[in-house]
């Protein structure tokens, strides 16, 4: 038996991010930020749309998962009723206005006349 060595198991390091040995700090840095840890998933799209998200992507310099998720939550948020009344409570309580009745009729007018 050999004394001093000992099987230690490692953790989990994660998903590996292969990184050009060449590239600078400030890339691996990027790509390692860019990474989704997230559930993966496919979805078909139009190809314009996905041209046009690959584009917008990369002028903003966010991956593709990225650009998708941001938009998927924006989505969400604005489509999402109790979000949308939460969102003008804290409004009405920040502006101090004590008359609901008032400011929910005035929301309702103004979330008619927008474009979701």
């Known amino acids: 038996m050999r004394r001093g060595i000992a099987a230690v198991a490692a953790p989990d390091p994660g998903p590996t991010v292969r990184v050009k040995s060449n590239a600078s700090k400030a890339q691996r840095q990027v790509l390692a930020m860019s990474y989704t ?5 496919a979805v078909s799209i139009p190809d314009d749309l996905y041209q046009a998200a690959e584009a917008l992507a990369r002028s903003n310099r966010k991956s593709r998962s990225r650009l998708f998720s ?5 989505y969400l948020a604005r489509h999402s009723p109790d979000a949308v009344t939460e969102a003008m409570d804290r409004v009405c309580e920040k502006a101090g206005v004590e008359d609901y009745a008032f400011a929910a009729s ?11």
Request: zero cysteines; hydrophobic letters at 45%.
């Open 37 to 41: 840890f997230g559930m993966k998933t």
């Open 70 to 74: 941001d938009a998927l939550r924006e």
């Open 106 to 116: 005035a929301a309702r007018r103004v979330l008619k006349r927008s474009e979701w």
